[in-house]
């Protein structure tokens, strides 16, 4: 079982930065792969990025690249997403998750709530 708990999240202007971090009770060096999905209102769950345990590969959704990047810190066992040039449709619940294995199911954070607003 991993707990995953993120935090960060708030409300920025159009322009702006926010900075989330997700803390994790196990070793994420150790993690097969860990990331961020996004959920905003009346929409499916989306995929934002995701970064593979060692450290060795990132992805992005086309619609952050460029503007988002994601990191871990393996003495933190926390993963961070670096958003900047918010725009008003990166207002979402954004969610960690971490999948242990490529045989085991994704664990979820709670979420955090980010709102790019003026």
């Known amino acids: ?17 926010l900075r989330l971090s997700c803390a994790a009770s196990g070793t994420i060096s150790r993690f097969y792969t ?39 810190d393996n003495a933190k066992n926390t993963l961070a997403l670096q958003m900047n040039s918010l725009k008003p449709e990166d207002t979402a ?3 960690c998750y971490a999948k242990p294995s490529i045989i085991t199911p994704n664990y979820w954070g709670q979420g955090t709530q980010v709102t790019v607003s003026s």
């Open 34 to 72: 860990m990331g961020w999905y996004r959920q905003a209102p009346g929409k499916e769950r989306e995929f934002v990025a995701n970064i593979r345990g060692n450290g060795d590969n990132t992805y992005y959704a086309d619609s952050v690249k460029g503007r988002f990047t994601i990191s871990g």
């Open 93 to 95: 619940v954004y969610y």
């Open 1 to 17: 079982q991993v707990q995953l708990v993120e935090s960060g999240g708030g409300l920025v202007q159009p322009g702006g930065s």
